[in-house]
């Protein structure tokens, strides 16, 4: 009984390794299989690409459409390839135009073909850097009518900062700068960079009242918003009848920023009551909206007294007061050594409030044409001495 039993499960180990070993077999089997089919698989490719014509006979043989291989790009010759060098975008001026050229060139060799050609650039004279502009004007005075009789003719290559704009609604304000000033202006010319105005206008006034009196000029925009794009001055003293044709040169506007200028004063010294009158009469060339003068009596360095002007409104870089400003001296020589005037101009506007533009020293201190003021004047006492001064 022990026998059979040991027997049979003899048997069934060995069926079972039997088993085994068939499914190992199986498996190595078809891993062959496979591995064969593969090989088989590359072996028409590689023989396509060592012999593509006789692939392609076959093929055609075959009734299949011939499909060509990609060529193999490492076996191609290299051609060196000419770039084009980019043109270079922070240069201005002709360099860069001389760039723009040489690249079109090149690029007509690389390319072929033709290249058009570039257009000129417009000359906008109101973007321009080269000037402010010119204003041309007329002036006649008729003695049988005691009257000045101006024209403004036209302007021409008028310059404004707004960069976007090629034209500008321009018109001409003028200002004959009298004890009563005389002031007018001209219409409104639309998208011109060169305006023609021809227009005439009368003042009516002595011939004798023009001596040293000027003509202030000031070209106005209206586009993008009001704005003064220049100005230019004439002086009066030689307008007579025979008509003169004149082109004035146009000055940039500054605005409301403080300028030296000169200042005319006058000086009266009464030795008997020990008193000086100083007289502040006007200042041109300056460009502050609102302007005055402040007077300081030193003797010694030390200040004494002070005043100052009224506070007037400048007009196109002019200003007029005519203030009497009396002061007592101290008692010394009559030829007050030791004694100075010190003049400061100050501008006044909303946006810096009250700063200075300029300054002048009267006294034996003083240098070159105020000294030869001051010094006319302690030696004719009783009148009136009245120069120019640059203000420093």
């Not at 079109?104 to 650039?121: D, L, T, Y």
């Not at 321009?128 to 003695?143: A, D, E, M, R």
């Not at 009551?273 to 909206?289: F, Y």
Request: aromatic content about 8%; some cysteine.
């Amino acid at each position: 009984m022990n026998s059979s039993v040991l027997l049979i499960g003899t048997e069934f180990r060995m069926d079972y390794v039997a088993w085994i070993l068939l499914v190992i077999g199986l498996l190595l089997v078809a891993v062959t299989e496979r591995a064969g089919g593969r090989d088989k698989h590359c072996e028409p490719q590689l023989e396509k690409a060592a012999e593509p014509k006789a692939w392609q006979e076959r093929a055609h043989l075959d009734g299949k459409p011939a499909a060509f291989p990609l060529p193999n790009l490492k076996h191609l010759p290299m051609q060196p390839i000419e770039r084009i060098s980019a043109l270079p975008c922070d240069e201005k001026g002709p360099l860069a135009s001389l760039a723009k050229e040489q690249y079109h060139q090149k690029k007509k060799e690389i390319v072929g073909g033709a290249v058009p050609a570039m257009k000129p650039k417009k000359t906008n004279y109101l973007n321009s850097k080269q000037g402010t502009g010119k204003l041309n004007i007329q002036l006649f005075y008729n003695t049988d009518k005691q009257q000045l009789c101006v024209t403004v003719v036209q302007a021409k290559y008028l310059y404004i900062k707004v960069k976007h704009l090629d034209t500008a609604d321009t018109y001409i304000k003028g200002t004959v700068l009298l004890k009563k000033p005389f002031k007018f202006k001209t219409s409104v010319k639309k998208k011109s960079n060169d305006p023609v105005f021809q227009e005439e206008f009368i003042c009516s006034t002595s011939q004798s009242s023009l001596i040293n009196t000027n003509l202030l000029l000031q070209v106005m925009s209206l586009t993008p918003h009001r704005q003064a794009l220049g100005h230019c001055a004439v002086l009066l003293n030689t307008v007579g009848p025979q008509q003169q044709d004149l082109w004035l040169d146009l000055q940039q506007w500054q605005g409301t920023q403080a300028s030296q200028g000169a200042l005319c004063v006058g000086l009266c010294y009464s030795p008997g009551m020990h008193t000086m009158e100083l007289k502040i009469l006007e200042a041109k060339n300056i460009i502050s909206a609102n302007v005055f003068v402040k007077v300081q009596l030193f003797q010694q360095d030390v200040r004494l007294r002070k005043k100052k002007s009224r506070c007037v409104k400048s007009t196109i870089g002019f200003a007029r007061w005519e203030d009497r400003l009396l002061f007592q001296l101290p008692s010394t020589d009559a030829l007050l050594p030791g004694v100075h005037f010190q003049l400061q101009l100050y501008s006044k506007d909303f946006v810096r409030d009250v700063c200075p533009s300029g300054e002048l020293t009267l006294g034996w201190k003083s240098e070159n044409v105020a000294l030869e003021h001051w010094k006319n004047t302690v030696l004719n006492p009783g009148n009136t001495i009245t120069m120019w001064h640059t203000l420093s």
